[in-house]
Nanobody
Framework: QVQLVESGGGLVQAGDSLRLSCAASGLTFSSYAMGWFRQAPGKEREFVATISWSGSSTTYADSVKGRFTISRDNAKNTVYLQMSSLKPEDTAVYYC???????????????????WGQGTQVTVSS
């Protein structure tokens, strides 16, 4: 079955960097767009970034544009989220998701994802 396992979260200070990883198994990884979403306490899950099946197209939420970079290594079945210049408002549980299709441009619609990882906590102190 499909499994997505996130790692790399932690407690950092404002301005620091972190790299999240999401290792996928049980699927033909290179056939699907992937995405990162996050959920802060008391808030709904929100889109962060998405990447097309090939990695050639990426889209970001305005709140992270210029600070976060999504990438993928199809040979390693892994998608990454490099986060820089972290802010306290980036504090959340971060989830990676597998889209239902290849989506040439990725997708920011969480309804178009059918598998999720368990999440990894990112806490940014001021």
């Amino acid at each position: 079955q499909v499994q997505l396992v996130e790692s790399g979260g932690g407690l950092v200070q404002a301005g620091d960097s972190l790299r999240l990883s999401c290792a996928a198994s049980g699927l033909t990884f290179s056939s699907y767009a992937m995405g990162w979403f996050r959920q802060a306490p008391g808030k709904e899950r929100e889109f962060v970034a998405t990447i097309s099946w090939s990695g050639s197209s990426t889209t970001y939420a305005d709140s992270v544009k210029g600070r976060f970079t999504i990438s993928r290594d199809n040979a390693k079945n892994t998608v990454y989220l490099q986060m820089s210049s972290l802010k306290p408002e980036d504090t959340a549980v971060y989830y990676c998701g597998k889209a239902i299709g290849y989506y040439a441009g990725g997708t920011s619609n969480h309804h178009e994802y059918n598998y999720w990882g368990q999440g990894t906590q990112v806490t940014v102190s001021s």
